[in-house]
């Protein structure tokens, strides 16, 4: 590591899974209005792509260069799914604004996804059911994240970092599921 900052794993696959990301979509031509290869020509860059090093996120910085060259990337770097792999406590007033939910909104998971963002909010109905004490809604959300397990290589649409991914969300899935049972019996 470049600058002594400890980092977890889950932010090295975060940061190979974001650049993979732009690398695709830029050579397929998903570009927004003002394509450049600043990004590209970070000193540092070749080693986020390896994942040796993860960029500080802050306005105008690699990751919002990134951004304006593929419109998505920054969004899947900041996605709540790293913090939820890591085992981050979020707040229930957090979760409802990022679903669009309000206090009173009753929580109905669906237990499906196709993409990434799918799977996004997905974690985050596991998350606020946790947060708010609704067992059942819990218990349910986190079958649904059992459930689309499978999906993950797809979902995250690169084989060569699906591995680690699922491996992350394999043990998130058994904290939650320990969890569940630990609920049940009280």
Known sequence: MVDGRRQDPIDKVKIRVTVTYWHSMSRIGRTGSRPTNRPAQHPLFKEYEKGIHVPRDHPGGVIDQMDEVVPGTAALFRSLVWAI????????SVLRERLGLDAF?????????STFADLEALL???ELAKAEGRHDAFASAVAGVETVMPQ??????LTQEADAFSAFLTDRLRVWQADVEERRVR
Request: hydrophobic share 60%; proline share 8%.
């Open 124 to 126: 985050m109905w596991v």
């Open 85 to 92: 792999l890591k085992g981050v406590p979020l707040r229930a």
């Open 152 to 157: 993950v290589r797809f979902i995250i649409e």
């Open 105 to 113: 909104d009753v929580m109905q998971v669906s237990p499906t996804a």
